[in-house]
């Protein structure tokens, strides 16, 4: 097993291809990357232009951002829903769906309403004019990426997870708190 080398000035190679490590700004050429992972960097690329492209035609169609969107179509499809579980729906941190739900509640698309029993419990119904935003949109709703990854195989699912922690755990400085941020708002 190679161990990597705490220099600044060393870029590792591809772990595990038994080749050393270059030197920044050496006279060297880097050497070129493995093919595989030239198509892999191909791939991330169609999937985020296509993420990004799908987000400006659902802003431009309705007017809302992609994140809007797809909590709105979860009040839609659960009407009654509240804030705590819609951030379950979307995997993303319960003050963000807060702020979507105030966003939305601003723009009329959805309405808050106390429970009849409960009263600290705040219940989130779509509007008519919320169901019109849901009729024009583009699909799916929740966007591509979290719609594609929906319709994987679970034993799919899980070694793709694996791969992509293998690929965070070799990358430097990374922000784990995005993991909660929707995609449209990175």
């Known amino acids: 097993m190679t161990t990597a080398s705490t220099d600044p000035n060393l870029l590792p190679a591809a772990p595990n291809d038994g080749r050393a490590l270059a030197t920044i700004g050496s006279s060297a050429p880097p050497a070129a990357p493995r093919a595989e992972a030239v198509q ?3 791939s991330f690329r169609v999937i985020f232009r296509s993420v990004r492209q ?3 035609e659902v802003e431009r169609r309705c007017g809302v951002s992609g994140s809007q969107l797809w909590a709105l179509s979860v009040v839609v499809a659960s009407p009654g829903i509240r ?3 819609l951030a379950q729906a979307m995997a993303v941190h ?3 769906a807060s702020n979507l739900v105030e966003q939305l ?3 009329a698309f ?4 106390r429970d009849r029993i409960d009263h600290r419990i705040v219940q989130l119904y779509p509007t008519d004019a919320g169901r019109t935003v849901i009729a024009r949109a583009p699909r799916p709703l929740s966007g591509l990426l979290p719609d594609a990854l ?6 799919r699912l899980a070694a793709l997870n694996e791969l992509l922690s293998e690929v965070l755990s070799g990358m430097r400085d990374i ?3 995005a993991a909660l941020t929707p995609l449209a708002d990175i």
Request: proline share 7%.
């Open 83 to 85: 804030v705590k579980d």
């Open 94 to 96: 319960q003050s963000t």
């Open 40 to 42: 892999a960097l191909k």
């Open 175 to 177: 922000e784990p708190e």
């Open 105 to 107: 509640s601003r723009q």
């Open 150 to 155: 929906a319709r994987l195989e679970p034993a």
């Open 110 to 113: 959805i309405r808050r309403e």
């Open 54 to 56: 799908h987000f400006h």
